[in-house]
Nanobody, 114 residues
Framework: VQLQASGGGLVQVGGSLRLSCAAS????????LGWYRQGTGSQRDLVATVGSGGTINYADSVKGRFTISRDSAKNTVYLQMSSLKPEDTGVYYC?????????WGQGTQVTVSS
């Protein structure tokens, strides 16, 4: 399984970015795709997940500002980020969780500048 993330970059406070992550390889169709964030010197925290059945989960800190979606036909997950804040800065990792395993993408840097 491989995950390829894209879409990070530098944005000003209040701006928007859209992250994409495509999963490839062989895996069970019942799975969860998601995004996690790791700031400098901090742990990797959940941002949002979306299950193959449509169940969505957000971290409290991003509710109302971020929207996760998936295209199951393309095995791709998206994260639309709006009203970005400096504390949203970090490396964003996409992940595929399936049958008690979790696979990680390479991470994409998001920097929110004030």
């Amino acid at each position: 399984v491989q995950l390829q993330a894209s879409g990070g970059g530098l944005v000003q406070v209040g701006g928007s970015l859209r992250l994409s992550c495509a999963a490839s390889g062989s895996f069970f169709r019942i799975n969860t795709l998601g995004w996690y964030r790791q700031g400098t010197g901090s742990q990797r925290d959940l941002v949002a997940t979306v299950g193959s059945g449509g169940t969505i989960n957000y971290a409290d800190s991003v509710k109302g500002r971020f929207t996760i979606s998936r295209d199951s036909a393309k095995n791709t997950v998206y994260l639309q980020m709006s009203s970005l804040k400096p504390e949203d800065t970090g490396v964003y990792y996409c992940a595929l969780s399936v049958l008690k395993q979790r696979f990680w993408g390479q991470g994409t840097q998001v920097t929110v500048s004030s």
